[in-house]
């Protein structure tokens, strides 16, 4: 297994992105392949131990930088750690890519580089989710802000097989973001997509409302891109701010505050429970090859988690099998 | 002041919310009416104090069901006590109208009985939601499940006028939710709605994420139906994942269990504080009168605060101010 790795891609790139590869390739036993601008990534290879390790590294003078309008600069860098990382997977060299740096980047290269797999209409951005049954996939979350309805038949597709073969969950129900359990209640969007959820032989139990997320009612939760979006951003603004409520409430008094101390260890269990980084990343479903776009603040851990995302992704086969699901889709469609 | 409430609306009706028009006459030295079965409410009364109250009863012989559907039920139930409850309002015989009952049958009830205010396109649901930074509010949350760029502008404006007369909150800051800080980043429906909203002389700060929402960055978020219905909705799921989780990791070992027996009036503490009982309910903003959609569920208490944020809405004028800020508007379109 060849996993490529965008060395200058994250916030902290390229020592804690370089410090997740060698992680990932001791404990993986995989080839991390580090792409990027050569001098920087030895001089923070050399700070560890990387014996018997597989750490090679490719070349890439440019870099595609946070604040780089996607297109124009997957364009533009021909020589971007991004580009030369996607190149590797066109040309069968690695068989995954993970990149930290500008999503919009690494969804465009994708796109211009590794292209749609045959009769997706659009890529979508996959994210994990901690739920009380266990995690679940919520999808599109920022890919594509406006949808039709047939887009968000294939986010359930392509969800599902993401679910089955990475996560290892068979037959994952299916619900979409909707604002009442009953069938009729949503947007126009959302009328329409379940007319065709329904008929799709997928495990679809039909409309999830926002509260449903955490329950896990559903394990692949679909919406549009704008939706998606708030719902991932929101649960992630609304832990902090419980977290905050709590150590306020728990320093008006000295009993609440020893409280405090003595539930340290429960608080730590709730944040490790909530922790998106074990997941390393958001796969782009629908392209052409394993792509991972992990988050940019990643630090070495995430890192790995998405490497080891990457790998089971692999290794599950998910690219042929949403080929072939998309496929029968197709088919049935027309005939 | 005069305030009709649907004694028949609600999961607890009609026992709990005459409880809380008990409450409300007694507290908030207002004229409570009983829209209802005359009996029914009758026989709840006399469980109560009622002496020097003002609490009559206008009989209604009719119920709207939560499960009946609110277009049909409105037409043909005309003597409900929804529709004679806002048929007092319309004859200035109260001054405001709140039911816990079938939130589409207020709706439907109102415009019907009510009509909308002139120039406003479309009502909203305005939700009051607890912040870092003080409650904000956030509209629509369910009304319209598909809407335009001007919808949203009115939302902003109705909105704005709400937080300075009812929640005394001058010059409230505006934000849109989209997917980025960037102007730029949404939907297409973000992206025109955040034109007008620049040039709509309110305090617009711009876009805020979903993470932005917890943190009060924006004290009227608007945003369509759909998003807002799913936000508080997800938020309220949310609550309740993180008290389950704190939870079960607390009772994982003796220590942290007595630390969070110790611990109970801080966690006591940020459930007040996320209390969404406290506003009482969502103000359906943009009709010719004080309507209020209290939560199926509500306690007396939320009852009795539903029949304060009334009062508190007659006081500020805020029907007056809406016409006068939509007029406003619409001259400013014209000229």
């Known amino acids: 297994m060849r996993i490529a790795l965008d060395a200058m891609g994250g916030d902290y790139a390229p020592e804690v992105v370089v410090e997740g590869g060698v992680l990932a390739a001791r404990e993986l036993e995989a080839e991390v392949i580090l792409v990027g601008r050569e001098e920087a990534i030895y001089q923070e290879l050399k700070k560890h131990d990387t014996s018997g390790l597989s750490l090679p590294i490719v070349s890439a003078s440019q870099v595609i930088e946070m604040t780089d309008k996607p297109a124009q600069a997957v364009k533009a860098k021909k020589d971007s750690s991004m580009v030369?990382?996607?190149?590797?997977?066109?040309?069968?060299?690695?068989?995954?890519?993970?990149?930290?740096?500008?999503?919009?980047?690494?969804?465009?290269?994708?796109?211009?580089?590794?292209g749609r797999i045959k009769g997706v209409q659009r890529p979508a951005l996959c994210a994990i989710f901690p739920s009380h049954e266990g995690p679940l996939c919520i999808l599109d979350v920022g890919a594509n802000t406006d949808c039709k309805p047939l887009y968000l038949l294939q986010f359930a597709i392509m969800g599902s097989v993401y679910m089955e073969r990475v996560l290892g969950v068979g037959k994952p129900r299916v619900g979409i973001v909707s604002t009442g359990e009953e069938e009729g209640k949503g947007s126009q969007l959302v009328l329409e997509a379940y007319e065709l959820l329904k008929r799709s032989g997928l495990n679809f139990i039909g409309n999830v409302e926002g509260k449903d997320?955490?329950?896990?009612?559903?394990?692949?939760?679909?919406?549009?891109?704008?939706?998606?979006?708030v719902i991932v951003k929101l649960a992630e603004g609304m832990a902090g701010f419980f977290a905050e409520l709590v150590e306020e409430e728990i320093k008006r008094s000295p009993l609440t505050a020893l409280g405090g101390l003595l539930a340290k260890p429960a608080f730590r269990g709730v944040k490790m429970r909530l922790d998106y980084s074990e997941y390393g990343g958001v796969p782009l479903l629908g392209v052409e090859g394993v792509v991972i776009v992990a988050h940019g603040r990643s630090n070495s851990k995430a890192i790995k988690n998405a490497l080891y995302m990457a790998k089971r992704t692999v290794e599950g086969g998910m690219i042929e099998a949403i080929k072939e699901e998309i496929e029968r889709k197709v088919e049935e469609r027309r005939g």
């Open 213 to 229: 997320v955490p329950l896990g009612l559903a394990q692949v939760v679909v919406t549009d891109g704008f939706t998606g979006n």
């Open 84 to 114: 030369v990382g996607m190149g590797l997977v066109k040309k069968g060299e690695a068989q995954a890519f993970i990149s930290a740096g500008n999503s919009g980047g690494v969804m465009v290269a994708a796109l211009f580089h590794l």
